[in-house]
T-cell receptor, first 117, second 113 residues
Framework: ETGVTQTPRHLVMGMTNKKSLKCEQHLGHNAMYWYKQSAKKPLELMFVYNFKEQTENNSVPSRFSPECPNSSHLFLHLHTLQPEDSALYLC????????????????FGQGTRLTVV | RKEVEQDPGPFNVPEGATVAFNCTYSNSASQSFFWYRQDCRKEPKLLMSVYSSGNEDGRFTAQLNRASQYISLLIRDSKLSDSATYLCVVKTYSGGGADGLTFGKGTHLIIQP
């Protein structure tokens, strides 16, 4: 059983809808991430939170809005999405640091498969 | 130039054979390296970290060549259950806290009976 849980597992939404993806990690990690996986593309990092502070935003459109209320929970709020935003959205967590050679494993949730119609 | 490049395959390999994948990365400041495995419609899971001295875990051997900026994965005595997509992953520390992992597109491996 994964230590990172995501809900919902599947979501179909219209372009005018507002929805939120939820992620919860039970591993005591200090960093959480949102990734997007589209067909035939590598996983794309969207957002990084370290100790609840957003440390990276990889030029993600504003229709995606992350929220990290505490170190165990991460949300991705969705608003007026486009059909090309249909993808698998993966949440991950890791125990992170900035020491050279400190290899940290990222644990992934099972993802939310999003379809925008 | 892509940050992490892999041959997407598919590699069709008979059961019991040895197969090797390579991966190249563009950022010479990259400091941590991993191979992840992703099964169809599942999340990626860590297969093994890659250390500078090379490391082995059962039938799997990973090697890192910093001078040439490539990472390799060797699978010996391949099993049907090894069929999956293998993702090459690098991490670069900027000193400012958590940095995300950078993934390659993955190499699709199919083990045939």
């Amino acid at each position: 059983e994964t230590g990172v849980t995501q809900t919902p597992r599947h979501l179909v939404m219209g372009m005018t809808n507002k929805k939120s993806l939820k992620c919860e990690q039970h591993l005591g990690h200090n960093a959480m991430y949102w990734y997007k996986q589209s067909a035939k593309k590598p996983l794309e990092l969207m957002f990084v939170y370290n100790f609840k502070e957003q440390t990276e935003n990889n030029s993600v459109p504003s229709r995606f809005s992350p929220e990290c209320p505490n170190s165990s929970h991460l949300f991705l709020h969705l608003h007026t999405l486009q059909p090309e935003d249909s993808a698998l959205y993966l949440c991950a967590s890791s125990q992170d640091g900035d020491r050279e050679g400190f290899n940290t494993e990222a644990f992934f949730g099972q993802g939310t498969r999003l379809t925008v119609v | 130039r892509k940050e992490v490049e892999q041959d997407p395959g598919p590699f069709n390999v008979p059961e019991g054979a040895t197969v090797a994948f390579n991966c190249t990365y563009s950022n010479s400041a990259s400091q941590s390296f991993f191979w992840y495995r992703q099964d169809c419609r599942k999340e990626p899971k860590l297969l093994m970290s890659v250390y500078s001295s090379g490391n082995e875990d059962g039938r799997f051997t990973a090697q890192l060549n910093r001078a040439s900026q490539y990472i390799s994965l060797l699978i010996r005595d391949s099993k049907l259950s090894d069929s999956a997509t293998y993702l090459c992953v690098v991490k670069t520390y900027s000193g400012g806290g958590a940095d995300g992992l950078t993934f390659g597109k993955g190499t699709h491996l199919i083990i045939q009976p």
